[in-house]
């Protein structure tokens, strides 16, 4: 007899747990005790690419999972559920009010995490309103399907909830969503949000949490006409930021004296009209200590409207994205904006070539004549893509020779050449420590 087979039904169960439902389903033809275990799990787990093939049609797949959700709730009658996914990917209407009767039967059994993936739309979601939007016990809910949101319902509340995804989640946009706030404001401790859009999303609304501690937001309507009017961050408790897409025309209340790191990467769209205004945003990161600046366009906003930067007293590290050819002109403003700064990081090459591969100045024109200030306490240089060109030592020479406080730098470098790039690195004139670590030129 296998230690397994003789361990307590209990801890069993937890073991099933750790893998998918369909997967834990497969120990019922170990023995006639094991049958029923798996359905007494507290982490339920259907996904219909699990009973997919090449040869079955959707329907047969509908069918099929829809016997062993039937089975495997029947089954576990009365036992607590702590988390439960449905992950559904083929369209098909008449199984909505299942989907809901399955939800209510599992919310009913005090589920604390629930995950939500479902390709259909708005029928669908004007069930769920009436399952989970007034949900006492529910502390983790991500729903990822292609619906809108309309009006909440006037009972809406979340009162457990503490993170929240929305994934392919948009609002109608002739409320201009409106009906944001009112979305957050039934979720009286929430302290993770993240809202993952695709295509056109009218952006016009209040995101307004005393609770929230993560947010993220992504768009990755780049190429679509998004309306990005206004945003509000009221959010003094934030202390974690990601926020990638378009710059909004204005930031009316920016709320984020508790923020620590913010990871930003925002662009403008040429398709978009009137004035794109970030001062309110980029003034509400003054008090944050990680700052990363994601792209290039996010770098030239920064410096498109230089005058509003801010002195960031508390800023440690500073991660700066870079491209062939890009121009430093931002580095040094930071620099000097940045009194306590002891991390620098370039995710990128150097400045030594453009796009096309033509050399250009060895050192970088808003470095040449420039000497990084001597109050400048940068102890760490992080550069992330170092092909060993000459042009490039160069570079890295002027900057070593500039950073009066620097005790060590890494640097991750192309592994061709590798001998040369080490020989020419540890020969630059500097005190401190280099270390390296070589990859694969087709490595990020």
Same mark, same amino acid.
């Given at each position: 007899?296998d230690?397994i ?6 801890i069993?169960c937890h073991?099933?747990s750790?893998?998918? =439902?369909?997967e ?11 049958r029923n275990?798996f ?6 787990c259907f996904e219909?690419k699990?009973f997919?093939t090449?040869?079955d049609? +959707?329907?047969d797949v =509908?069918?099929?999972l829809?016997?062993?959700v039937?089975?495997?709730?029947a089954?576990?009658?009365?036992f ?6 449905? &992950?559904? /990917?083929?369209?098909?209407a !008449? ?5 809901c009767?399955?939800l209510t039967?599992?919310?009913? !059994?005090?589920?604390e ?6 390709? $259909?739309s708005?029928y669908? $979601?004007d ?8 949900? &006492?016990?529910?502390?983790?809910l991500?729903l990822?399907?292609a619906s ?8 809406a509340s979340l009162p457990a909830l503490k993170?929240?995804?929305?994934d ?5 946009p002739?409320?201009?969503?409106h009906e ?7 979720c009286p ?9 695709y295509?056109?999303?009218?952006w016009?609304? /209040?995101?307004?949490?005393m609770t ?12 679509s ?10 959010t003094?408790?934030?202390a974690?930021?990601?926020y990638?897409?378009?710059v ?7 709320? @984020?004296?508790?923020?620590v790191?913010a990871?930003l990467?925002i662009?403008l769209?040429s /398709?978009?009209?009137?004035e /794109? ?9 003054r008090n944050?200590?990680v700052?990363?600046?994601s792209s290039i366009? =996010?770098?030239d906003?920064?410096?498109s409207?230089? %005058?509003a930067?801010?002195v960031?007293?508390? @800023?440690?590290? @500073?991660s700066?994205?870079t %491209?062939l +050819?890009?121009?430093?002109?931002l580095v040094? @403003?930071l ?5 306590n700064?002891e991390?620098?990081?370039? &995710?990128?090459?150097?400045? $030594?070539?453009?796009k096309?591969g033509?050399?250009l %100045?060895s ?6 004549g420039?000497s ?16 060993g060109?000459?042009?490039?030592? %160069?570079?890295?020479?002027h900057?070593l020779?500039?950073l009066?406080?620097?005790e060590l730098?890494k640097?991750?470098a192309?592994?061709?050449?590798k ?7 540890l020969m630059l004139?500097?005190a401190?420590?280099?270390q390296l &670590? ?7």
């Amino acid at each position: 007899m296998d230690r397994i087979s003789n361990l307590p039904d209990e801890i069993v169960c937890h073991i099933l747990s750790f893998v998918s =439902t369909n997967e834990a389903a497969l120990t019922s033809v170990l023995s006639k005790r094991w049958r029923n275990l798996f359905a007494f799990t507290s982490n339920l787990c259907f996904e219909d690419k699990a009973f997919a093939t090449d040869e079955d049609p +959707g329907t047969d797949v =509908t069918r099929s999972l829809i016997e062993f959700v039937n089975r495997v709730l029947a089954v576990s009658g009365d036992f607590p559920i702590k988390k439960f996914t449905l &992950k559904w /990917r083929i369209k098909s209407a !008449h199984v909505s009010d299942w989907i809901c009767n399955v939800l209510t039967h599992v919310i009913g !059994h005090g589920v604390e995490d629930l995950v939500l993936h479902y390709i $259909y739309s708005d029928y669908l $979601y004007d069930q769920l309103l009436l399952s989970f939007f007034s949900c &006492k016990t529910i502390v983790h809910l991500k729903l990822g399907f292609a619906s809108h949101m309309d009006i909440l319902p006037k009972n809406a509340s979340l009162p457990a909830l503490k993170t929240l995804l929305l994934d392919c989640i948009r609002f109608f946009p002739h409320h201009c969503g409106h009906e944001f706030e009112p979305f957050l404001s039934a979720c009286p401790v929430l302290e993770e949000f993240t809202i993952i859009c695709y295509g056109e999303w009218e952006w016009w609304c /209040r995101v307004s949490s005393m609770t929230l501690q993560r947010m993220t937001i992504i768009n990755f309507a780049r190429f679509s006409r998004p309306r990005y009017c206004s945003i509000t961050f009221d959010t003094p408790s934030l202390a974690y930021l990601k926020y990638s897409g378009f710059v909004h025309i204005e930031h009316p209340v920016v709320s @984020l004296q508790s923020l620590v790191v913010a990871k930003l990467d925002i662009s403008l769209s040429s /398709r978009e009209h009137g004035e /794109r205004d970030p001062t309110n945003l980029i003034e509400g990161l003054r008090n944050i200590q990680v700052l990363e600046l994601s792209s290039i366009t =996010t770098s030239d906003i920064f410096y498109s409207v230089r %005058e509003a930067i801010p002195v960031f007293e508390k @800023l440690s590290r @500073l991660s700066i994205a870079t %491209e062939l +050819g890009s121009c430093w002109k931002l580095v040094p @403003l930071l620099l000097q904006n940045s009194p306590n700064l002891e991390t620098l990081v370039i &995710k990128g090459p150097l400045h $030594y070539c453009d796009k096309y591969g033509q050399q250009l %100045e060895s050192v970088c024109e808003c470095l040449s004549g420039y000497s990084f200030p001597w109050s400048c306490h940068v102890k760490v240089l992080e550069i992330t893509e170092y092909r060993g060109t000459k042009g490039e030592l %160069e570079q890295m020479k002027h900057i070593l020779e500039k950073l009066p406080c620097l005790e060590l730098v890494k640097v991750r470098a192309w592994a061709v050449a590798k001998f040369l790039f080490t020989k020419d690195l540890l020969m630059l004139p500097r005190a401190c420590k280099i270390q390296l &670590k070589y990859c694969q030129p087709s490595e990020n």
